[in-house]
């Protein structure tokens, strides 16, 4: 009765219609089968009987009883494991090759949960929980094995967290076997002012470590450049790079540098190498900002036994007149201070192509090849005064004071054979028992021997060049000598300008004797 229903409907409208209630076939289908009680069975095989059917048929369909899972043939890609087979759901292991220019998954949440979560639950396994491959040899934006992206007002393009604290694993490992770069990372928006990358490090390790392991590499380790102009000099954002040690109490170099070659030449190896390399600037700049601080704006030691400290050189030959080191002090210390704590060795050496011509040794005593030259046209020591020394000036003759030792006095008598020496103006040689830091307060610079302006009046006289002086009896003025008066040790010098008024000042070639 059925199959001649059956017969009759394929022979009248070109469909057939299986049932048990003599129902007509959808007007879609070519083929309507209806039952609530039975199923449809297709041909069923193993996986080798089905690679194995020759020239299968775009849309062709079998049950693989090996996958337990239906198999559609797709032509020009091959056989393609349905979606459904294996219990609901998609069938893993799987393995499908699709050629199509959208995505070939595509899943998205609207709700507050994971689009996706892959766990590899296995503390045994050496797999990824997901890897993304592509083999293109193009390269650009969103062209990636596996590519994030947020496009929301916060979130990650990518995050990648070790959540085990006893774990030694990265949170983020990049590797290439290629001639790019491991890992490429920019900010495309001009507006941005945030880092292209931020590393924060709230452990007791290095919050950033970077190892050239390539013996033969002799590229830079890290190469930074900036084509902008930067702000003020000496701001923390004028830099290219700028590196902060952020702790009143830490011990530790904002940068440090250091190398272990045993090659050395002023074109480096360097712990820390400096180059400028336009019209301007400076290889090296050292500040220290705090007003009330006591540190050093530049620090240099040596450990070595052969090199020294810090090595200054001008390499322009020739065409260089400017000091190799220039130093400008702008407050009340010293501009230059030389300490020597060993045990000898000069203070300071000049060489001349590596000859001394110069040198300061130990005992500060110095030594000078071709001689000395002075502003200062005369020989002075510094002696105490009788008195207050402000009440001295330049110019005055001083005699030997009677009533205590190396003191001297503003002459007060005529013809006095205690006369020592005048007040030097500018002494071009300074003589002292005092130690070298010592700033002889309370004494006036006596000269002795050379050319000195020295106070005269005429109480002997018009006084004439070569004229003989001694001392007056105005206090700290000298005058022309009697030669029938001049007696052995009262005689100061010879004038060297001629002089015919009351009181004034001359140059004198002093010479007491």
């Known amino acids: 009765m059925i199959l001649v229903f059956v ?49 299968p048929a775009d849309g062709l369909m079998v049950y693989d009883t090996d996958t337990k899972a239906l198999w559609v043939y797709q032509s020009g890609i091959g056989w393609m494991q349905s979606a459904y087979g294996n219990g609901g759901g998609l069938s893993v292991p799987d393995s499908v090759v699709f050629s199509s220019t959208s995505p070939l998954l595509s899943v998205t949440n609207t709700g507050h949960g994971n689009a996706g979560n892959f766990f590899v639950n296995n503390t045994s396994a050496a797999s990824a929980a997901v890897r993304g491959e592509i083999n293109t040899q193009y390269g650009g934006t969103g062209i990636a094995g596996i590519y994030g992206v947020t496009s929301g007002t916060s979130g990650y393009g990518g995050y990648f967290a070790n959540t085990n604290a006893a774990s030694l694993g990265e949170a983020l490992w990049a590797t290439t076997a290629g001639q790019g770069t491991a890992v490429y990372f920019e900010t495309s928006n001009a507006a941005n002012f945030t880092p292209t990358v931020r590393i924060a490090n709230y452990g007791t390790g290095g ?67 400096g180059v400028a390399s336009g019209l301007g600037g400076t290889a090296g700049l050292f500040s220290y900002t705090n007003a009330a601080g006591a540190g050093e704006a530049l620090y240099a030691w040596s450990a070595s036994s052969y090199g020294p400290a810090a090595s200054f050189q001008s390499v322009s030959v020739g065409t260089n ?65 009788e008195g207050a020394s402000s009440d001295y000036s330049p110019g005055d003759v001083l005699l030997i004071s009677t009533t205590a030792d190396r003191t001297v006095i503003r002459s007060n008598e005529a013809y006095s054979s205690l006369v020592a020496g005048v007040y030097a103006t500018n002494p071009g040689l300074l003589l002292t028992e005092a130690t070298a830091d010592s700033a002889l307060s309370g004494r006036v610079p006596m000269g002795v021997v050379g050319v000195i302006p020295t106070k005269v009046c005429n109480e002997g006289g018009v006084i004439h060049r070569g004229d003989i002086l001694v001392t007056s009896s105005r206090p700290g003025y000298a005058m022309k000598a009697d030669p029938d008066k001049l007696k052995a040790g009262q005689a100061i010098g010879k004038a060297l300008q001629e002089f015919s008024g009351d009181e004034g000042l001359i140059k004198v070639l002093v010479n007491v004797k």
């Open 7 to 55: 017969l009759s409907q394929m022979t009248a409208h070109a469909q057939v219609a299986i049932n048990t209630d003599a129902s007509q076939p959808d007007g879609s289908a070519m083929l309507d089968i209806k039952s609530t009680a039975k199923g449809l069975l297709i041909p069923r095989m193993t996986t080798a009987q089905r690679s194995a059917i020759g020239s």
């Open 207 to 273: 919050a950033l470590q970077i190892n050239a392991y390539n013996s033969s590499n002799n590229s830079n380790v890290v190469s930074v450049t900036s084509t902008g102009v930067g702000l003020v000099q000496g701001d923390s954002l004028a830099s290219v790079a700028s590196f902060f040690s952020n702790n009143v109490d830490g011990n530790a170099s904002a940068v440090r540098g250091e190398t272990n070659s045993t090659n050395g030449s002023y074109l480096g190896p360097a712990g820390i190498h």
């Open 321 to 385: 007149y400017y000091p190799v080191v220039e130093i400008a002090q702008s407050g009340n210390g010293t501009a230059l201070q030389v300490d020597n704590y060993g045990g000898g060795g000069d203070l300071a050496g000049f060489a001349v192509n590596s000859a001394y011509v110069a040198r300061i040794d130990h005992t500060g005593k110095g030594y000078f090849d071709g001689g000395t030259q002075n502003s200062g046209a005369d020989v002075a020591e510094a002696f105490a005064v």
